[in-house]
T-cell receptor, first 114, second 112 residues
Framework: KAGVTQTPRYLIKTRGQQVTLSCSPI?????VSWYQQTPGQGLQFLFE???????NKGNFPGRFSGRQFSNSRSEMNVSTLELGDSALYLC?????????????FGPGTRLTVL | AQSVTQPDIHITVSEGASLELRCNYS??????LFWYVQSPGQGLQLLLK??????LVQGIKGFEAEFKRSQSSFNLRKPSVHWSDAAEYFC??????????FGKGTRLHILP
């Protein structure tokens, strides 16, 4: 089975722009979660989607949004980028919900905001 | 509020020595417990998990963890580390049917 894939792997944007990141989960997985990883804050939960519905959302501003499609693929959008949004964005998929099931992580998208 | 604490940001051990990484959590009920490992430039990989039953859990790569309810801990152990174990280790706690919380991670360095 193919693993979790994330595109693009690397991205450079400037302040004020917006960005869309994509995640393709493992086939059959219904849950997709997004995390932001930075050296200072560690791994922070952004949101989780299950069967196209947002189950949970972390403590991030409304500039961060996401969605999940009927084929379980997910996108994450960040509008009005700030320097502090520079981070590794990780996507993870699981059969069941993230709190109770093994998550399989993608390699991440490295976002740099200049 | 629920939380996960990994008290050690960095740990250095010699190759062949034993290892214990600490994880404490704050949650009223028995949580779902996970340990993940992240090698440089890669995503996270599950090492082991505890949901119920035997409190000593065996994982991949020779790791094990023990759930101690009285101490709210889920420490990760390995009897003899290899240079390839150098990575960052994350403890995670699933609280009820709601959400998963990750610790800030412990970076493991191996001395030859």
């Amino acid at each position: 089975k193919a693993g979790v894939t994330q595109t693009p792997r690397y991205l450079i944007k400037t302040r004020g722009q917006q960005v869309t990141l994509s995640c393709s989960p493992i086939s059959g997985h219904r849950s997709v979660s997004w995390y932001q990883q930075t050296p200072g804050q560690g791994l922070q939960f952004l949101f989780e989607y299950f069967s196209e519905t947002q189950r949970n959302k972390g403590n991030f501003p409304g500039r961060f949004s996401g969605r999940q499609f009927s084929n379980s693929r997910s996108e994450m959008n960040v509008s009005t980028l700030e320097l502090g949004d520079s981070a590794l964005y990780l996507c993870a998929s699981s059969l069941g919900i993230a709190a109770t099931d093994t998550q399989y992580f993608g390699p991440g998208t490295r976002l740099t905001v200049l | 509020a629920q939380s996960v604490t990994q008290p050690d940001i960095h740990i250095t051990v010699s190759e062949g020595a034993s290892l214990e990484l600490r994880c404490n959590y704050s949650y009223g009920a028995t949580p779902y417990l996970f340990w993940y490992v992240q090698s440089p430039g890669q995503g996270l990989q599950l090492l082991l998990k505890y949901f119920s039953g035997d409190t000593l859990v065996q994982g991949i790569k020779g790791f094990e963890a023990e759930f101690k309810r009285s101490q709210s801990s889920f420490n990760l152990r390995k009897p003899s580390v290899h240079w390839s174990d150098a990575a960052e280790y994350f403890c995670a706690v699933g609280v009820g049917d709601d959400k998963i919380i990750f610790g800030k991670g412990t970076r493991l360095h191996i001395l030859p």
